[in-house]
């Protein structure tokens, strides 16, 4: 793992560490993978995860870094949960999250948001701890909710982009900005497509 860190590319004249090129490039597939409800999401989830990890740690992000750990405990979890409920017709079954799942889901993204923030500042593992907080809640709460089958959990994405653009870019990640912003656009995507999924299916329950 130490040469992918150690070798870079030159990508538009800017060098960049091949296990931030293809972590990021295997994040990326994970869109795709999962607009289509594909098993396959998880287990490319898994081996971004391992390389943005290492590329997190170097640059001194620890809300990033731990956040690679936890998604990758849910990749697994959505791994098996996907195999449990898969349609014969549409794949994976989708749902719209509930009022109350909703409210909870807020609930849990501004009190994790606190008090993870509060964590990484006192352990000095994070130059920006709120930002860098936020992203690893929300991240953690979009896979969860991905793993349930919630619709929603493409708009809680659009929160986390719109917090970590800025943050890689302030971060020096700048490869790994641009991929947050061709998320936004693609999570809008893919968020149409479960919304419709939703709509021709009978709800779900993991």
Excluded at 16 to 43: C, H, K, M, S, Y
Excluded at 91 to 105: K, Q, Y
């Amino acid at each position: 793992m130490g040469v992918l860190l150690e070798t870079s590319v030159s990508v538009f004249g800017q060098r960049i560490a091949l296990a931030e090129l293809f972590g990021q490039a295997f994040a990326l597939a994970v869109v795709f993978l999962a607009r289509r409800r594909t098993l396959w999401t998880w287990p490319v989830q898994l081996a971004s995860v391992v390389l943005l990890f290492t590329v997190y740690v170097s640059a001194h992000l620890g809300g990033l870094a731990v956040r690679q750990v936890v998604v990758g405990v849910i990749a697994v979890y959505g791994w098996w949960a996907w195999a449990r409920h898969r349609d014969p017709v549409f794949g994976v079954a989708v749902r719209r999250a509930r009022p109350a799942e909703l409210v909870a889901t807020a609930a849990v993204f501004v009190a994790g948001t606190a008090g993870f923030a509060l964590l990484l500042d006192a352990l000095d593992a994070s130059w920006a701890p709120w930002p860098d907080a936020a992203i690893f809640v929300g991240t953690v709460l979009a896979f969860a909710m991905q793993a349930w089958g919630l619709v929603e959990f493409w708009l809680v994405w659009l929160v986390v982009d719109a917090i970590g653009i800025p943050l890689q870019l302030h971060g020096g990640l700048w490869f790994s900005a641009v991929v947050y912003t061709v998320f936004a656009a693609l999570v809008v995507h893919g968020w149409i497509s479960w919304y419709r999924s939703a709509r021709r299916q009978v709800p779900a329950t993991v």
